[in-house]
């Protein structure tokens, strides 16, 4: 009798101990779930960010194509040169991203983004729409970032 009432208390034991290593982890990951984390910041940053861009774009998008000298059938190519070249890149980025650090990625497509609205933006002072069209394609690579977002 003593040994299973011995065994039983080592048993309260073992229990004892893994109960409280469950509450430990469960507070641990409670704690590092966090709606103000520098990714979560980051990921609403270049949602937003994007947005501002889009709504931007598409709404002097035409009279910008009419100015450079362009049709309406380059308008349209320069609005799904965005699409087609986002999804094209989507999985080559995640890819990428899957075999090295995220930010690598991240930084590439988001530093192309840059350049590409730059060069939509200096489009008029280049004198050609195709730099409208370029631009839109290089935002476009970098709008795939939201495979890592």
């Known amino acids: 009798m003593r040994e299973s009432s011995s065994e039983s208390e080592s048993n309260d034991e073992e229990n004892f101990a893994y109960e409280r290593l469950l509450e430990s982890q469960e507070t641990d990951v409670k704690s590092e779930i966090s709606l103000w984390t520098t990714s979560s910041i980051s990921i609403v ?17 035409s ?23 986002r999804v094209c890149a989507m999985p080559v980025v995640g890819y990428w991203s899957d075999k090295v650090n995220m ?12 350049l590409g609205n730059l060069l939509y933006a200096s489009s008029e002072w280049l004198g050609s729409p195709w730099f409208v069209l370029i631009g839109r394609a290089m935002v476009g690579i970098g709008a795939s970032s939201g495979t890592l977002t």
């Open 63 to 85: 009279e910008y194509i009419d100015r450079l000298g362009g049709s309406s059938l380059f308008y349209g190519c320069c609005i799904s040169v965005f699409s087609l070249t």
């Open 45 to 61: 940053l270049i949602g937003f960010i994007g947005g501002i861009e889009y709504s931007i774009v598409m709404t002097s998008l």
């Open 103 to 114: 930010f690598q990625p991240l930084f590439f497509t988001i530093s192309l983004s840059l």
